[in-house]
């Protein structure tokens, strides 16, 4: 794959739209717009990317309303590196005063707590409701805590999941630089299906970075629950050559299953053995956020299964459904799969409400990991929409034994394309 920059990231999805704001309104206020409103929950890659695309692309006759609670989004993906001292939290954090300023897009900061199918509207924790008539739903992902026996939300305050980036992300990371010297740092990553499939293994990666530095004879044990995981063959060739000796990995099939975890004493009890946890790092199994489930959008997965052409839910044609939370058969749960996601939603909703043109839908994602100082890897696909799935075409993947300049170029790559992606989404 060609070399990526913020450049020619957004040279081709580079526009602009009329400004407004909207800070707070309830149904009322909306019963005069004569314009077809869309209204769009979840502020993440995919939501964000959804309300600048529609607000952008429509220029100034969809009504588009993002719902997100939070002021400033951290995104998950650059997190670890965060975790690994190659960023800082700040630069993983991003606003929306862009998108309501430079497209007009009315930004609530409230709670989307209900959806109403049949009234078509969002009601907010806040107070009152949005009608809609159409509505993007990007919730992301919620944690089923308990997948793990003896994790729970109290306990993700003890061994951080963070994979929701933000305070648990500091949590994790201040966590790991008070370990004891010589200390375990212990992981218990997801089943399938979950967030960024390489996500757990950069993150080891990035702790053992840091530990290298600050406490060379600390070890790390991943209870894996899986036999396999992405980039494995690269992410284990780089354990050895940049950590030698540091890096346990152990599948279920050797643990035999986390049986308990007990966050007082730090012990996570398998069928094989008791290990000791300095440090604990937990990620349950995951399923689609829960605003989606309630609005009986998802299926007995936990996810939401969609039509892959326009990303409208197979529950609702007047709900799309799109990042974390959809099934969207071959793309990985990704910042990237939502971003691309969402503008073949933007594109089916438009085309729905204002008759514009509508082109045939193509999909793409890369996942870059970085394991060392400039040694980054990547993995990704482009897609179509098949009848019954978003089918791979085509994919690559970083191989072993490539030499450092690559890598080295594949990091900076992955740099570019980090500022790009964050212009795309967030203006």
């Not at 000796?245 to 299953?257: N, Q, R």
């Not at 793409?364 to 897609?383: M, Q």
């Amino acid at each position: 794959m060609s070399s990526m920059t913020r450049r020619r990231f957004t040279q081709t999805v580079a526009g602009v739209a009329g400004a407004g704001l909207l800070t707070g309104l309830g149904s009322a206020a909306y019963g005069q717009q004569a314009r077809p409103r869309v209204v769009v929950v979840g502020g993440g890659a995919g939501g964000a990317t959804a309300a600048r695309y529609l607000a952008k692309d429509s220029q100034g006759t969809i009504d588009v309303t993002l719902i997100e609670p939070t002021k400033t989004y951290y995104t998950c993906f650059f997190s670890n590196l965060y975790l690994g001292g190659f960023r800082t939290l700040e630069s993983t954090g991003h606003t929306y005063g862009k998108l309501a300023s430079d497209y007009g897009i009315n930004v609530l900061h409230d709670w989307a707590v209900a959806i109403d199918r049949d009234a078509k509207t969002v009601a907010l924790a806040g107070g009152g409701s949005v009608p809609y008539d159409k509505l993007v739903i990007a919730p992301g992902i919620d944690l089923i805590y308990d997948s793990v026996p003896g994790y729970s939300l109290e306990a993700s305050g003890v061994m951080p999941h963070a994979w929701k980036a933000g305070t648990q992300t500091t949590l994790l990371k201040n966590r790991i630089a008070a370990m004891r010297e010589g200390g375990t740092f212990v992981m218990v990553p997801p089943p399938n299906p979950y967030r960024c499939p390489p996500g757990p293994y950069e993150r080891v990666s990035m702790v053992a970075h840091m530990l290298k530095q600050s406490n060379p004879t600390a070890k790390i044990i991943v209870l894996d629950p899986k036999e396999a995981f992405s980039k494995q063959a690269l992410f284990m060739e780089g354990w050895e050559k940049h950590y030698p000796g540091m890096v346990e990995w152990l599948p279920a099939s050797i643990h035999g299953g986390v049986e308990a975890v007990d966050v007082a004493s730090g012990e996570i009890v398998t069928g094989l053995d008791t290990f000791k946890a300095d440090v604990g790092n937990i990620i349950p199994a995951q399923k689609a956020g829960l605003i989606a489930e309630n609005a009986g959008l998802a299926n007995d997965s936990g996810f939401c299964p969609i039509e892959p052409a326009t990303m409208a839910s197979k529950m609702d044609g007047n709900i799309h459904v799109i990042g974390d939370a959809c099934i969207a058969g071959d793309m990985p749960k990704s910042g990237f799969s939502a971003n691309s996601q969402a503008k073949v939603a933007a594109m089916a909703i438009r085309a729905d409400l204002t008759g514009s043109s509508k082109f045939p839908p193509r999909f793409s994602n890369t996942c870059w990991s970085l394991i060392a100082t400039d040694d980054g890897v990547k993995v990704g696909a482009r897609y179509e929409a098949g009848e019954e799935k978003i089918a791979s075409v085509d994919s690559f993947i970083s191989k072993t034994g490539e030499d450092a300049v690559l890598r080295k170029a594949t990091y900076e790559e992955s740099v570019g394309w980090y500022e790009g992606i964050t212009a795309d989404i967030f203006g």
